[in-house]
């Protein structure tokens, strides 16, 4: 197996390939003066299993037009197989039809990547609603793991279970809610959220739970342009939570995100290295190497 990493996941590429300790392949990528991609792989795949670390996060069309060209090359330069890691996946949103005429971006995303020589995708905590499981839409497996018990244990090293609760900002929430708190072996419970426009949103309480003195956990699966942790952190600070932590596995903080979040009372904002930043304390690198020597070494 050879690991090529596109432009957008290098240092997580390198990080699996030493774990795996296997061969890293440097990928050239650049562009020309009128925007069109260059790329060149240093090593052809031939009869041998070929990794693409790529997470597609903030100009989500660049990284995937670069993916499906790597894709299609390193079959066509004799890839066994071609292994897809995306651990930020694309326009998982778009699962459905919701008005006339709208283009179902996901099942797109998912057809691009079968008809240009993938072979498997592995993601990380994918945004998933109405498609559950995306070998449902997919000709082709994909796996979906989790780094939510890793931020669990980093919480737990943190200040361990007292006086600590698990709180998801809404229903679609609760999955990742509770594996953090199954970790910090505490109480979790799930907010309502009405979605006001693109940008706010509203957020009320489905359980009466005390958050007085309290620590609080908010925790999801994507953090874009903050709205929603920043309504969450007002309403549990209102009902008296002492301090409040934010985990989630992929921080896109979009526009003015981290000013929203902190300026709302966050104590410290904890994510995945999905997508660098400077919160990317928990490394996705272990979970996806575990997966790999299990199941494709």
């Not at 790529?54 to 292994?83: C, H, R, W």
């Not at 419970?189 to 009320?204: A, P, Q, S, W």
């Amino acid at each position: 197996m050879l690991v090529y990493a596109g432009s957008a996941s290098k240092y997580l590429g390198l990080k699996l390939s030493k774990i795996l300790n296997i061969e890293y392949v440097n990928v050239e990528t650049r562009k020309f003066p009128d925007g069109e991609l260059y790329i060149r792989v240093d090593k052809e795949p031939l009869n041998e299993k070929a990794l693409i670390v790529q997470s597609m996060y903030k100009t989500p069309n660049d990284y995937l037009v670069e993916y499906l060209f790597l894709s299609k090359t390193l079959k066509e330069l004799g890839a066994k197989e071609v292994i897809g890691v995306i651990p930020y996946f694309p326009y998982a949103r778009q699962d459905s039809r919701f008005k006339p005429g709208e283009v179902v971006s996901l099942q797109v995303v998912v057809d691009l990547l079968e008809k240009m020589g993938t072979d498997k995708v592995i993601t990380v905590d994918m945004h998933l609603h109405r498609v559950h499981d995306l070998n449902e839409i997919s000709k082709i497996p994909f796996v979906n793991l989790s780094v939510m018990e890793d931020i669990g244990k980093f919480f737990m090293k943190k200040f361990g279970n007292e006086d600590t609760i698990v709180v998801g900002p809404d229903e679609e929430a609760e999955q990742w809610a509770k594996k953090v708190a199954y970790i910090l072996n505490v109480q979790y419970t799930i907010l309502e959220k009405t979605r006001l426009g693109d940008l706010e949103v509203k957020i009320e309480k489905v359980e009466k739970e005390d958050f007085k003195n309290k620590n609080v956990i908010l925790i999801d699966d994507i953090i874009s342009t903050g709205g929603t942790i920043e309504a969450a952190v007002k309403k549990v600070k209102a009902q008296g939570a002492e301090k409040v932590f934010v985990g989630c596995a992929h921080a896109i903080l979009a526009q003015t995100a981290e000013y929203r979040i902190f300026r709302a009372g966050v104590e410290e904002l904890v994510a995945s290295d999905s997508i660098p930043s400077p919160y990317s304390v928990v490394s996705i690198a272990p979970v996806i190497a575990d997966y790999i020597k299990k199941f494709l070494l």
